[in-house]
T-cell receptor, first 112, second 113 residues
Framework: GGIITQTPKFLIGQEGQKLTLKCQQNFNHDTMYWYRQDSGKGLRLIYYSITENDLQKGDLSEGYDASREKKSSFSLTVTSAQKNEMAVFLC???????????FGPGTRLTVL | GDSVTQTEGQVALSEEDFLTIHCNYSASGYPALFWYVQYPGEGPQFLFRASRDKEKGSSRGFEATYDKGTTSFHLRKASVQESDSAVYYCALGDINMGYKLTFGTGTSLLVDP
């Protein structure tokens, strides 16, 4: 088995601030994902990375940057935090296309 | 583009009731269909997947059958328990979309003991 760790669990920032969320996985999976979860809107894909050093934009990438530092880690940066993007950010990993995605517990973002 | 529609936002049942959560999809290709479950405070967990017409996926007493004719993948369970209370997400993966999954908006299930 494996685990996905997301840090921090809770993130509080000021409007306009640059904030970074981190994700680590020990499944040895090639593919990693960042999703945003808003109440009543399901999960929306922000960025994903098929392999180390790869980055692909999802449907909600505007206002975010991502970095796949190594196979086991994937970071997401909110470039300028806004109050309307308070949500839970979920990291996931998988072996590949159509494979089961394993999710971390999430980071809850609050913007003051 | 591809989309997934879950018509029920919330479902309230009593223990031992029969559960149906509806999922309909729209895709240009021939997608794989998934169900995920999310318990409070946790990330979603994979339930099962189906990849072709008439294939049935199942896990933990839940099941769904891929129906290309009606573009549906409805989740069913014969007898729910209080521990099944969670949010359920239907999702699709389309080979034309690469590695992306498209998720529905989720259905919150509350089971009274």
């Amino acid at each position: 088995g494996g685990i996905i760790t997301q840090t921090p669990k809770f993130l509080i920032g000021q409007e306009g601030q640059k904030l970074t969320l981190k994700c680590q996985q020990n499944f040895n999976h090639d593919t990693m994902y960042w999703y945003r979860q808003d109440s009543g809107k399901g999960l929306r894909l922000i960025y994903y990375s098929i392999t180390e050093n790869d980055l692909q934009k999802g449907d909600l990438s505007e206002g975010y940057d991502a970095s796949r530092e190594k196979k086991s880690s994937f970071s997401l940066t909110v470039t300028s935090a806004q109050k309307n993007e308070m949500a839970v950010f979920l990291c996931a990993s998988s072996l590949g296309q159509y494979a089961e995605q394993f999710f971390g517990p999430g980071t809850r973002l609050t913007v003051l | 583009g591809d989309s997934v529609t879950q018509t029920e936002g919330q479902v309230a049942l009593s223990e031992e009731d029969f559960l149906t959560i509806h999922c309909n999809y729209s895709a240009s290709g021939y997608p794989a269909l998934f169900w995920y479950v999310q318990y409070p405070g946790e990330g979603p967990q994979f339930l099962f997947r189906a990849s072709r017409d008439k294939e049935k996926g199942s896990s933990r007493g839940f099941e769904a059958t891929y129906d290309k004719g009606t573009t549906s993948f409805h989740l069913r369970k014969a007898s729910v328990q209080e521990s099944d209370s969670a949010v359920y997400y239907c999702a699709l993966g389309d080979i034309n979309m690469g590695y992306k999954l498209t998720f529905g908006t989720g259905t919150s299930l509350l089971v009274d003991p």
